[in-house]
């Protein structure tokens, strides 16, 4: 039995996991070691890792960061301490490999802590650019600590080889939160409006706003923005999801129940939705608009627009049916009149899909079963000059 040691830190990227936790946890050459951190472990978003148990999973190891606040100082010093607490855990657990998925800072602790402890890291969504948030550099970094690479698309996966990793290590898998939309009995839209209390307007929106970490002091200034522009909207239901432990996120978290309170008509809020009201909410609202990744991963398998505001998820390959737009509300607003027009909404329903058919948790499960970890030393895969050339 190959012991694989999944990692999740937050609500969202537990929703991406749990098909692959569940295709480990029923392999039968894979033994399922789980160990849960981050947002998971906070009162204040929720005590999620309650919902893993309740999906029957066991959790092996809770790695407290001990994250208290949302500046860099205290995001530095979680790093640290989580950090030491996955050393001592794979100490503990010895796992054969550790999955991670992405370029959050707890995951970040935790490639360090498999690197220095010869455990081979396999890395899902690499090779992508987010040019307004620092998870880029911690992306490309938990690359070059990872010894299997799972892209959600090719031009992603071109991109990790860029970085010196060698091609047979390098696979094009597809975005796997595809496989839960694909997978996943969504809610009906009576299921889904008992699920959140509230009957949905003529028209509905979904907002999901993240801050900028490469930028100071802005947050509040672009959400006010987005605000402004929502405050426009007539006979339309707002339904907000709040931001990660990132920094700055604590003072959108505080603008959006202040909204809430003062809107309290058209406007809701969840801590998390988890992944099932958030799938099935994406049946029914008219767009989504936001700056996360998931507006441009998964909401276009919906055949609904997304709005992207900002910098913070420039740089990703992108469908048509995503409308990027500077954080002013006069743009937003142009934006949102976007979503209506009817061509637009024609080419959307015939838009190329980029990240898969939903098949990555099967891709993943075969290279984890198949991989060989007896050599974990790596050479760097330098490109040709005639690749270099057409760079």
């Known amino acids: 039995m190959k012991k694989i040691g999944v990692i999740t830190g937050t609500r969202a990227e537990y929703g991406l996991?749990?098909?692959?936790?569940?295709a480990i946890d029923d392999a039968k050459v894979l033994?399922?070691?789980?160990?849960?951190?981050?947002?998971?472990?906070?009162?204040?978003?929720?005590?999620?890792?309650?919902?893993?148990?309740?999906?029957?999973?066991?959790?092996?190891?809770?790695?407290d960061d001990g994250l208290k606040g949302d500046s860099a100082l205290a995001i530095s010093k979680a790093v640290g301490k989580a950090t030491i607490g996955f050393a001592e855990t794979f100490g503990e657990f010895n796992p054969d490999m550790i999955?991670?998925?992405?370029?959050?800072?707890?995951?970040?602790?935790?490639?360090?802590?498999?690197v220095i402890s010869n455990i081979p890291v396999a890395h899902i969504h690499g090779g992508e650019t987010t040019e307004?948030?620092?998870?880029?550099?911690?992306?490309?970094?938990?690359?070059k600590m990872s010894h299997l690479h799972f892209a959600s698309c090719e031009v992603y996966r071109n991109r990790i080889i860029q970085l010196g990793e060698q091609p047979h290590t390098v696979f094009n898998v597809g975005a796997i939160g595809i496989d839960s939309i694909k997978n996943l009995q969504l809610l009906d839209k009576k299921?889904?409006?008992?699920?959140?209390?509230?009957?949905?307007?003529?028209?509905?929106?979904?907002?999901?706003?993240?801050?900028?970490?490469?930028?100071?002091?802005?947050?509040?200034?672009?959400?006010?923005?987005?605000?402004?522009?929502?405050d426009k909207l007539k006979n339309t239901t707002l339904i907000f999801t709040k931001p990660n432990?990132?920094?700055?996120?604590?003072?959108?978290?505080?603008?959006?129940?202040?909204?809430?309170e003062n809107n309290i008509a058209k406007a809701i809020s969840f801590i998390s939705l988890g992944q099932l009201r958030y799938l099935s909410a994406l049946k029914y609202v008219d767009f989504v608009i936001g700056n996360s990744s998931s507006g441009i991963l998964e909401v276009?398998?919906?055949?609904?627009?997304?709005?992207?505001?900002?910098?913070?998820?420039?740089?990703?390959?992108?469908?048509?049916?995503?409308?990027?737009?500077?954080?002013?509300?006069?743009?937003?607003?142009s934006s949102i009149i976007k979503t209506t027009n009817k061509n637009f909404l024609d080419e959307i329903s015939k838009q190329e899909l980029l990240f898969g058919n939903g098949d990555a948790t099967n891709k993943i499960i075969n290279k984890l079963t198949t991989y060989n970890n007896k050599n974990l030393k790596k050479s760097f895969y330098d490109l040709k000059p005639t690749c270099f050339e057409k760079l």
């Open 191 to 230: 299921s889904f409006e008992e699920s959140i209390a509230t009957k949905l307007d003529k028209k509905s929106v979904l907002i999901t706003f993240h801050p900028v970490t490469m930028e100071n002091c802005t947050a509040e200034v672009q959400f006010q923005e987005l605000l402004s522009a929502l």
């Open 300 to 333: 276009p398998y919906f055949h609904i627009p997304t709005i992207n505001i900002g910098d913070r998820q420039k740089g990703r390959v992108a469908p048509i049916s995503v409308i990027h737009c500077a954080p002013n509300e006069h743009e937003i607003s």
């Open 99 to 114: 999955v991670v998925l992405g370029d959050r800072s707890e995951i970040l602790a935790a490639a360090t802590a498999a």
């Open 31 to 63: 033994q399922l070691q789980l160990f849960v951190t981050g947002m998971h472990l906070m009162s204040e978003f929720g005590n999620t890792y309650l919902q893993i148990e309740k999906d029957g999973f066991t959790i092996d190891a809770k790695v």
């Open 132 to 143: 307004g948030a620092y998870d880029e550099f911690i992306r490309h970094a938990i690359t």
């Open 245 to 260: 432990s990132d920094k700055g996120g604590r003072a959108i978290i505080d603008m959006i129940d202040s909204y809430v």
């Open 17 to 22: 996991l749990k098909p692959l936790i569940k």
